[in-house]
């Protein structure tokens, strides 16, 4: 009983710190090195493109025009404004899907006679592309960007929901027994060890999520409002302005990148799994 | 820690799994003394481990009442807490925190439930692991951090459900002694489920034994032996075997009624089992 635990838990923190900071170094240099490999075969394409005299227009497609454009695009308020607008859009979309996926994953995981019932009909709303639903929301939504919000809820809703569910099944059911023998309350039982339980699994579900409602926001955006990466992208192309289009698109992975790597950052700490 | 122990008293007790189904046991009659610790033996299928889980209050009787200190069980409470074959620890807490859930959920101050938490550690040998992920230690270790989670609620009665039957050898051994010790130095009863013969005369004061389908208790012999308890010990042995022979009696009373099961005792494993 007297084994050094200190010893025991961080082994040789100097070594582990050490490889660690060897570790995020070689990430970085990896990170640099494949989006130059990006960015080279962009630049190949379009100039061996653009070495036909009658495709000579699509210059502007390049990586430079794009990049030179983007400082331009912010000043003039364009991604800005997209940037707020398409958050808004996929905030909201995603506290929709999290509000109603959470719970019904829940119930899901718990309520095997549920699970059975609600498979089928949401295996099969699941496989219906949410594009489809668009001339739904169009006439049930007074407005485009609750429409937009409900495909982008309906998008993200289902990996959510299926997370949950599966994260819950996974649950050993002799916690429940120990917390209820150690006096736990119905809300003791979900905060204290329901939630913490799937926490991991419900922010799996999120990054899922995240990366449906992302492709689902920009051709929602295409047609009905005035305002978003979808809008801007559109208006670029109708106004031939390509080095805007370009800029938008490298604005709209960048943004999706940083997304995902804070789903990731959330998984990383509420996963308990060893 | 302070804790005193509780008398018991269950009358008439009965359990079927299905309004339909055979009853699992029927009218039991079994009472304890305040501080005493009870052995119940028996093969699988016997109702022990239910016996067990309708006193913890985690089941709820077909008939029959059980009553600590004249008062009726209804459910569970952290005056009766129950530990199983696996500590179930919660892996996303560390060990102070999974000692310390049940204070939580009795919502105890932070100041109070540190304080109480230490002593538990402490009481079972586990004071420097506090702040350790309870995924870094070992079977053993890890059935101390549910003792320890148990014995922070200073239950009246602690009931264990083969509560070692999936640790080493010594491990289990140690366990099995510093129980029994902690629960006679701070007064709670002990209820044991087991299928090991050694564990019930190392750790109880008296061992029932059940047997049949629906299960009866056919005796109940008192241990009656000094502490501490050697494996060894002369005592010990003819404890063990006046205890194999009552086992061999009642599974044969109770088999004569079913039809010729006889019992046969895994000597590998000094555990009991049936064969048909």
Same mark, same amino acid.
């Given at each position: 009983m007297s084994t050094n635990v200190a010893t025991m838990a961080n082994p040789a923190p100097q070594s582990r710190a050490a490889a660690a900071l060897g570790g995020a170094a070689s990430g970085i240099g990896y990170f640099f090195a494949g989006l130059l490999i990006l960015i080279g075969l962009w630049w190949l394409a379009v100039y061996l493109a653009t070495k036909n005299p009658a495709m000579a227009h699509f210059a502007s497609f390049g990586p430079i025009p794009a990049f030179k454009a983007i400082p331009h695009m912010w000043e003039n308020g364009l991604i800005p404004k997209a940037l707020q607008?398409?958050?808004?859009? %996929?905030?909201?979309? @995603? %506290?929709l899907a999290i509000a109603i996926g959470v719970p019904i994953g829940i119930i899901m995981g718990r309520n095997k006679r549920f699970r059975e019932l609600s498979n089928s009909p949401f295996q099969l709303m699941r496989m219906i592309s949410p594009m489809s639903w668009e001339p739904i929301a169009v006439?049930?939504?007074?407005?485009?960007?609750?429409?937009?919000?409900?495909?982008?809820?309906?998008?993200?809703?289902?990996?959510?929901?299926?997370?949950?569910?599966?994260? @819950?099944?996974?649950?050993?059911?002799?916690?429940?027994?120990?917390?209820?023998n150690l006096g736990a309350?119905?809300?003791?039982? %979900?905060?204290?060890?329901?939630?913490?339980?799937?926490?991991?699994?419900?922010?799996t579900g999120i990054r899922l999520a995240v990366g449906v409602a992302w492709i689902v926001l920009v051709p929602a955006e295409f047609l009905g409002v005035t305002s978003g990466f979808g809008y801007t992208i559109e208006?670029?192309?109708?106004?031939?302005?390509?080095?805007? %289009?370009?800029?938008?698109? @490298?604005?709209?992975?960048?943004?999706?990148?940083?997304?995902?790597? @804070?789903?990731?950052?959330?998984?990383?700490k509420y996963s308990w799994h060893k | 820690m302070s804790i005193r122990g509780v008398e018991i008293n269950i009358q008439g007790l009965g359990y079927r799994y299905s309004s339909r189904g055979n009853p699992t046991f029927s009218n039991l009659k079994l009472q304890a003394r305040r501080g005493e610790a009870l052995a119940i033996i028996g093969r699988s299928g016997c109702g022990k481990s239910t016996l067990l889980h309708i006193v913890a209050g985690l089941n709820?009787?077909?008939?029959?009442?059980?009553?600590?200190?004249?008062?009726?069980?209804?459910?569970?409470?952290?005056?009766?807490?129950?530990?199983?074959?696996a500590p179930h620890l919660y892996p996303w807490m560390k060990v102070s925190q999974n000692v310390g859930v049940g204070l939580k959920f009795a919502g105890w101050p932070e100041k109070e439930k540190s304080e109480r938490?230490?002593?538990?550690?402490?009481?079972?040998?586990?004071?420097?692991? #506090?702040?350790?992920?309870?995924?870094?230690?070992?079977?053993?270790?890890?059935?101390?951090?549910?003792?320890?989670?148990?014995?922070?609620?200073?239950?009246?009665?602690?009931?264990?459900?083969?509560?070692?039957?999936?640790?080493?050898?010594?491990?289990?051994?140690s366990l099995q002694r510093d129980v029994r010790s902690i629960a006679k130095k701070l007064g709670f009863n002990l209820i044991i489920v087991t299928h090991d013969i050694d564990?019930?005369?190392?750790?109880?004061?008296?061992?029932?034994?059940?047997?049949?389908?629906?299960?009866?208790?056919?005796?109940?012999?008192?241990?009656?032996?000094?502490?501490?308890?050697?494996?060894?010990?002369? #005592?010990?042995?003819?404890?063990?075997?006046?205890?194999?022979? #009552?086992?061999?009696? #009642?599974?044969?009373v109770a088999g004569g009624a079913k039809g010729g099961t006889e019992a046969e005792v895994d000597t590998e494993t000094e555990s009991v089992t049936q064969h048909a």
């Open positions: 607008s398409s958050g808004y859009r %996929l905030g909201m979309g @995603l %506290l006439i049930v939504f007074a407005g485009w960007n609750s429409a937009i919000v409900f495909l982008i809820a309906i998008a993200a809703v289902w990996p959510i929901m299926f997370s949950t569910a599966a994260g @819950l099944s996974k649950v050993d059911p002799a916690w429940f027994k120990v917390a209820r309350t119905p809300w003791q039982m %979900l905060t204290e060890i329901i939630i913490p339980a799937i926490a991991f699994d419900v922010v208006d670029a192309r109708e106004s031939l302005e390509y080095e805007h %289009l370009m800029a938008m698109i @490298l604005v709209i992975g960048a943004v999706g990148y940083v997304l995902d790597s @804070l789903c990731m950052v959330l998984i990383k | 709820r009787p077909t008939e029959g009442t059980i009553e600590f200190d004249g008062k009726k069980v209804d459910g569970p409470s952290s005056r009766w807490v129950m530990m199983f074959q938490v230490d002593e538990a550690l402490r009481l079972v040998e586990l004071q420097d692991y #506090a702040d350790v992920s309870v995924q870094d230690l070992s079977g053993g270790q890890q059935q101390r951090v549910a003792l320890a989670r148990s014995l922070v609620m200073e239950p009246e009665l602690l009931l264990l459900d083969e509560p070692f039957s999936a640790l080493d050898a010594f491990t289990r051994a564990e019930a005369v190392l750790m109880a004061d008296r061992a029932v034994i059940m047997a049949g389908a629906p299960g009866k208790i056919m005796d109940e012999i008192e241990v009656g032996l000094p502490d501490p308890r050697q494996r060894q010990d002369p #005592a010990v042995q003819a404890m063990r075997s006046r205890l194999m022979e #009552a086992f061999h009696t #009642a599974a044969q």
